[in-house]
């Protein structure tokens, strides 16, 4: 499985941003896949995740900023992100967990003026 995430770049507070994150060689019909963030100097932390059944969890963080979903179709998961600030700002990550994890190699948002 191989996952790749796209859509990071910069972006001025206030703006919106929605990275895609493509599950290549999943055919899984049992998983959760997440967004996770780490920003300079702290802990990796989960973002947002969503199942296979279409239940949806967020940090408090970003509770009614963000939106997490999917395309079975596509094998494609998609983090709408709005109105972001500046704490925002962080190397992403998507993850899929089915048997064991599986990790993207990260794609960097930065949320300056």
């Known amino acids: 499985v191989q996952l790749v995430e796209s859509g990071g770049g910069w972006v001025q507070p206030g703006g919106s941003l929605r990275p895609s994150c493509a599950a290549w060689?999943?055919?899984?019909?049992?998983?959760?896949m997440a967004w996770y963030r780490q920003a300079p100097g702290k802990q990796r932390e989960l973002v947002a995740l969503?199942?296979?059944?279409?239940?949806?969890n967020y940090a408090d963080s970003v509770k009614g900023r963000f939106t997490i979903s999917r395309d079975s179709a596509k094998n494609t998961m998609y983090l709408q992100m709005n109105s972001l600030n500046p704490e925002d700002t962080a190397v992403y990550y998507c993850?899929?967990?089915?048997?064991?994890?599986?990790w993207g190699q990260g794609t960097q948002f930065t949320v300056s003026s």
């Open positions: 969503i199942t296979s059944g279409g239940s949806t």
């Open positions: 060689g999943s055919d899984f019909t049992m998983y959760i």
């Open positions: 993850n899929l967990k089915h048997l064991r994890e599986y």
